[in-house]
């Protein structure tokens, strides 16, 4: 019994001894990659983009107009958010942070979206300061700003400040922002008997090379530049808290 428990502890040892070895970037692609789970509990799935409340207006019947809405989400979420994203993502500190989410929360006059943004920030930016724990300053700035008052927290400003202080590139940031909002699109589609988890999945595949066309039209834009490109669909979205029955928040 001794002799083994000896021969434990030294496996133990090999094994904290391999883990310190490891490559450091190489352990930060997880973190990475799980920024971008689905698992990780942003409430994303909480929220339709609209679609819910374009579905009960007729506007979305089936697949093809699925593939549109989703489209046009995401040129819309391109030429609005990814600004901000890249703001944030480029130069990640609490200044710039504070100074872009105001600037949002000024520049989003739908309540529903408004609200749908912040609700999703917060959730996002709470959950990397729990888990990414080897970036001290997440906590450090959700500690210090929650319930101050002094900003919102918009998703778009939050997820381009996580991505800049986990390692990500602009670039990857924007295009990664693009990711989720079809994923989350997407997913919503699902839930609403849209389409099915197989097409779906066929669906995210087709619309990959368009949605890489507007990441490349709409990428390094200041946010001077943003603006919407689909007023309806905000007009729509801006419908959802008259909809007699809702599965989702926006």
């Known amino acids: 019994m001794i002799s083994r428990s000896r021969n434990y502890k030294m496996e133990c040892d090999q094994d904290e001894m391999n883990v310190n070895c490891v490559n450091t970037n190489d ?27 374009a579905v009960q207006a007729r506007i979305v019947m089936g697949p093809e107009d699925l593939k549109s809405f989703t489209i046009q989400v995401l040129e819309n979420t391109g030429s609005l958010l990814l600004p901000f994203v890249y703001s944030a993502s480029k130069s990640p500190n609490i200044g710039t942070w504070v100074k872009l ?26 959950v990397a300061a729990s888990v990414f724990s080897e970036f001290p300053y997440l906590k450090e700035v959700r500690n210090t700003y929650l319930g101050s008052g002094a900003v919102s927290f918009h998703h778009a400003p ?18 990664a922002y693009l990711f989720i909002t079809m994923r989350d699109v997407i997913s919503a589609a ?13 669906l995210q595949h087709q619309i990959a090379p368009i949605a890489e066309q507007l990441v490349k ?4 834009r200041p946010v001077e530049d943003a603006f919407q490109v689909a007023p309806l669909l905000d007009a729509v979205q801006g419908c959802h808290g008259y909809l007699f029955s809702r599965l989702f928040c926006s």
Not at 158 to 175: E, K
């Open 27 to 53: 352990i930060l692609q997880w973190s990475q990659w799980q920024l971008l789970d689905s698992i990780l509990p942003t409430g994303g799935f909480a929220h339709s983009y609209g679609l819910e409340a």
């Open 101 to 126: 989410d105001k600037l949002l929360e000024a520049t989003l006059t739908n309540e529903v979206s408004r609200k749908a943004s912040v609700s999703q920030g917060s959730a996002l930016l709470r």
């Open 158 to 175: 939050i997820f381009g400040l996580i991505c800049g202080v986990t390692g990500f590139s602009s670039m990857t940031s924007q295009r």
């Open 190 to 202: 699902t839930r609403l008997n849209l389409i099915g988890p197989l097409g779906a999945s066929v």
């Open 217 to 220: 039209k709409y990428m390094d």
